[in-house]
Every structure is written in structure tokens, then in C-alpha cells.
């Protein structure tokens, strides 16, 4: 009889289903009309938009900085500015 091996826990999957999940939970139990001001802008919405909204902006910005930041420091080592080796050893 052959033996199973165990598949390693993706904790990544669990915390950002739990990360979401609270996320939700937050943005329905907060219903009520809000006023928004950005720089010029003002304007009426309810409070589980904008919510969801800066969540979702926040999540986007958390994504994106990782990916520019590598892009950035791997494009420096190609030039010749930092060395490649280390880049590579940082990943």
C-alpha cells in the first residue's frame, strides 16, 4: 500500500481568505450614507463602497509595490549599477 504524502498548508490562501472574509464582515455591518472628500472632489456614497473601495485600492498598492520594487532593482542590475548576484540571491 503506497503511502500518501501530505500536501504543504498554503497559509498565503488562508490569510487572505481570512483577510477578506473580514473585509466583508466590516463593510455590511457599515451601511450608512458617509460624504467623501478627495483633493477637489466631494460627493455622497454609502460607507460599505467606500469600504470596499479603499480596500481594494490598499490591496492593489500592496500588490503592486513588491512587482515595481523587483522591476526596478532587477533592470539597476542589468545596467551595471548593483550586482546581479546579489539581486539574484535576494529572490
Do not use: C, Y
Request: aromatic content about 6%; overall charge positive; glycine content about 6%.
Amino acid at each position: 500500500m503506497p503511502t500518501q504524502q501530505k500536501k504543504p498548508v498554503n497559509w498565503r490562501a488562508w490569510i487572505i481568505g481570512i483577510l477578506v472574509a473580514l473585509v466583508v464582515i466590516v463593510a455590511l455591518q457599515n451601511s450608512q450614507q458617509v460624504s467623501v472628500e478627495v483633493l477637489f472632489a466631494s460627493f455622497n456614497a454609502p460607507l460599505i463602497v467606500m469600504l470596499l473601495v479603499f480596500a481594494g485600492l490598499g490591496a492593489l498598492i500592496g500588490w503592486a509595490a513588491p512587482v515595481l520594487l523587483r522591476h526596478r532593482r532587477t533592470g539597476r542590475a542589468q545596467k551595471g549599477a548593483i550586482d546581479a548576484k546579489a539581486v539574484e540571491q535576494k529572490k
